[in-house]
C-alpha cells in the first residue's frame, strides 16, 4: 500500500474485528450483545472503506499544493459525507483524474471475483443504511468479515490507481 495512513485504518478495522470475534467466541453467537457488535463492525468497516479512498485521493491530491489548495481539498472533499458505493467512488477519482477512475475500474473489471466484490461492497452500503435508519441489518459478523476483505481489495485497486 502506497498510502501509510489507508494501510493503518485498515490496520486499525482489522484489529477491532478480530477483538469482536473474540468477544463473540466468548459470549456465544446467539447472545443478546452479537447483534450490536455485529452493527459496531458494519459501521467500522464501511467507515474505514470511506475514510480509505478520501484519504488516499486528499493525501496524493494534496502534496505540493500550495495551503488554499490543500484547505479547500480537506474541506470540500476529505471532511464530507460520502457513501462510499462503487458509484460513489468513480465519481470521486473522475473529479480529480478520469484516468484514476479508469484505472480503479479496469483493475477492478480484470478480478476474477468483480461480482462478489462489488456485491459485497453494495451489501455492506446497504447494511449500514438499514442501520443508520433505524432498521436491524440482517447482515452476520462472518458477512462484515467478508465484506471487509472485499473493502480491503477495492482500497488496494484505490491506492494502485492514484498516481
Partial sequence: ??????????????????????????????NRAVPFLTKYAIVKV?????????????DFASNNQS??????????????????SLERIHESLKKFDIRWRDAFKGSLNTH??????????????????????GGNPQTTFNDVENYFEDAKIIIQYIDDSVI
Fill in 1 to 30: 500500500m502506497n498510502n501509510q495512513r489507508a494501510a493503518d485504518l485498515i490496520a486499525d478495522c482489522k484489529n477491532d474485528l478480530e477483538r469482536i470475534a473474540i468477544l463473540i467466541e466468548a459470549l456465544g453467537s446467539t
Fill in 46 to 58: 464501511c467507515g474505514t472503506l470511506e475514510q480509505c479512498f478520501k484519504t488516499i485521493i486528499c
Fill in 67 to 84: 495551503q488554499q489548495v490543500r484547505n479547500f481539498i480537506d474541506i470540500s472533499f476529505r471532511e464530507s459525507s460520502i457513501n462510499p
Fill in 112 to 133: 476474477a471475483d468483480k461480482e462478489r466484490i462489488c456485491d459485497s461492497v453494495k451489501s455492506l452500503n446497504n447494511a449500514r443504511n438499514v442501520f443508520a435508519h
